[in-house]
Each structure stands twice: as structure tokens, then as C-alpha cells.
Nanobody, 123 residues
Framework: QLQASGGGLVQAGGSLRLSCAAS????????MGWYRQAPGRQRELVAR???????NYADSVKGRFTISRDNAKNTQYLQMNSLKPEDTAAYYC???????????????????WGQGTQVTVSS
């Protein structure tokens, strides 16, 4: 289960920080990422961070957004600076990894989506 928070209304040039915490019986998390979907558009990757700390960003957010993760808390963050009206969208977090069995060993692979959190940037 994922719980996202941090969205809101901000003026152009402002900043927001999104958080997304994963809960449940988790053995390990592989990739954590943020996607966004604006009305009438397809969902697109914003940023993702892989277990070792390798990151990928959409060209449109490079230099403005920073993704990070706290493995101890199974939580990811998206720091968004210099926001633009075109960043307005519903932002969704995504996590994939492996569940922890009752024996403590690694179980099946999983991928889950969080509920969207709305980011609105006014001009």
C-alpha cells in the first residue's frame, strides 16, 4: 500500500515536496518513481530512483525536480522547484519490489500505485 501526500496549489516559480510511503510486508524495494497525468494526456514518467540510487528524469523536469528515497522508511520524495504551469497534473507514486513471507524470506514480486495527489501551478 502506498500513501502519497504533499500536493497543492502554488504559484509559478514556487516549490512543493511530495512524499510517498510504502507499507505492508516488504522484503525489499527495487524501483520507486513518480508519474503524472494531466487532463487529456497520457500518464508520463517524471522521475524514478532504482535501489542503488541511480536516477532517471523526464527532460522537462531535469534541473528542477529531485527524487530521493529513505530505504529505512520505505519512503520516496520528490522535491519540485521552479514549478511551471505545465507541471500541473495529478502525480502518482509507483513502487516495485518483493514481499516478505512469514518465514522472513523473499516472496513474490509486486508493483503498486499510490492514489494521485494533485499539483496545480498558477501563472
Amino acid at each position: 500500500q502506498l500513501q502519497a501526500s504533499g500536493g497543492g496549489l502554488v504559484q509559478a516559480g514556487g516549490s512543493l515536496r511530495l512524499s510517498c510511503a510504502a507499507s505492508g510486508s516488504i522484503f525489499s524495494i527495487n524501483t520507486m518513481g513518480w508519474y503524472r497525468q494531466a487532463p487529456g494526456r497520457q500518464r508520463e514518467l517524471v522521475a524514478r530512483i532504482i535501489s542503488g540510487s541511480s536516477t532517471n528524469y523526464a527532460d522537462s523536469v531535469k534541473g528542477r525536480f529531485t527524487i530521493s528515497r529513505d530505504n529505512a522508511k520505505n519512503t520516496q520524495y520528490l522535491q519540485m522547484n521552479s514549478l511551471k504551469p505545465e507541471d500541473t497534473a495529478a502525480y502518482y507514486c509507483n513502487v516495485d519490489g518483493w514481499v516478505r513471507l512469514s518465514t522472513g524470506s523473499r516472496g513474490r514480486y509486486f508493483e503498486v500505485w499510490g492514489q494521485g495527489t494533485q499539483v496545480t501551478v498558477s501563472s
